[in-house]
């Protein structure tokens, strides 16, 4: 499991993210990801054959078809498809397989492991990077309550 410097790293370090699964639904958690990574810099790239474009980016069937480097695979797929998707991601040359909240696959964790990708399972991207970088308040949690120092009560 990584730790949260080395979470600080991936996030500093890699700037393109393929999103395997990304929704052209707004209500959608791949599309909220989608949207928060674009408004925070990052360039994505969505990989889902169902579509051309998904937040105003070329779609790609999978992740062969891309035509240009990818730094973080970041996995909206069952847990059962993941190793498959690992060998993808190590066969271009991606350095980052993450999967999303809730996936889990010790076969996709040995496969990226094994090829030295770093490995993320069972976080949201959006999630780690809000609470990393501060931006939790993008989610609605800032409600300006919640503070490291205690309210000082005065009385009369």
Same mark, same amino acid.
């Given at each position: ?27 959608? $958690? ?12 990052? %360039?994505?790239?969505?990989?889902? $054959?169902?579509?051309?474009?998904? +937040?105003?980016?070329?779609?790609? $069937? ?31 040359? /991606? ?29 949201? +991207?959006?999630?780690?990077? /809000? ?12 409600? %300006? ?12």
């Amino acid at each position: 499991m990584l730790n949260t410097n080395a979470l600080r790293r991936i996030l500093l370090e890699n700037n393109t993210v393929a999103i395997v699964g990304l929704s052209d639904k707004w209500h959608r $958690p791949s599309y909220f990801v989608g949207k928060y990574l674009v408004d925070h810099g990052y %360039k994505i790239i969505p990989v889902n $054959p169902n579509h051309e474009e998904i +937040l105003g980016q070329k779609c790609y $069937p999978d992740l062969a078809s891309i035509p240009h480097p990818v730094d973080i695979v970041d996995l909206f797929q069952r847990a059962d498809t993941t190793p498959d998707y690992a060998r993808q991601a190590i066969k271009i040359g /991606a350095k980052v397989l993450w999967l999303q909240l809730g996936i889990i696959n010790q076969e996709a964790q040995k496969l990226a492991q094994d090829a030295n990708l770093k490995f993320v399972m069972n976080k949201c +991207l959006k999630i780690e990077h /809000a609470r990393i970088f501060g931006g939790l308040n993008f989610i609605g949690v800032d409600t %300006k309550i919640i503070s490291s120092s205690r309210i000082k009560v005065i009385s009369n």
